[in-house]
């Protein structure tokens, strides 16, 4: 089992930025790849980022890319999504999520573990 628990989301104004961070405990086997999706009002979870646990590969949505940063303490168990830039399509639910396998990076059918959520709202 893995756990996962979120932090770091709020209220930020167009351009502005924001750091989340993934507390994660559990069987690190678990968690060979950690990553970032999110959820808009009415719409599909899409995916962020995600980041591979020992390698540290980093891959990255179209829409984010140049803009957010996913990396990982590995001394902490703790993965972050530096969220610079920031529009008010941003606007969502993000969650963190880990997975023992290295397929299916960014769909979310590749993880199996979830946080909870943290919410992020992007006023224009």
């Known amino acids: 089992q893995v756990q996962l628990v979120e932090s770091g989301g709020g209220l930020v104004q167009a351009g502005g930025s924001l750091r989340l961070s993934c507390a994660a405990s559990g069987r690190s086997v678990s968690r060979s790849k950690m990553g970032w999706f999110r959820q808009p009002p009415g719409k599909e979870r899409e995916f962020v980022a995600a980041?591979?646990?020992?390698?540290?590969?980093?891959y990255y949505a179209d829409a984010v890319k140049g803009r957010f940063t996913i990396s990982r303490e590995i001394a902490k168990n703790t993965v972050y999504l530096q969220m610079n830039s920031l529009k008010p399509e941003d606007t969502a639910v993000y969650y963190c999520?880990?997975?023992?396998?290295?397929?299916?990076?960014?769909?979310?059918?590749?993880?199996?573990?979830w946080g909870q959520g943290t919410q992020v709202t992007v006023s224009s």
């Open positions: 980041i591979t646990w020992s390698g540290g590969s980093t």
């Open positions: 999520a880990a997975d023992g396998r290295l397929r299916w990076i960014v769909t979310t059918a590749g993880y199996e573990y």
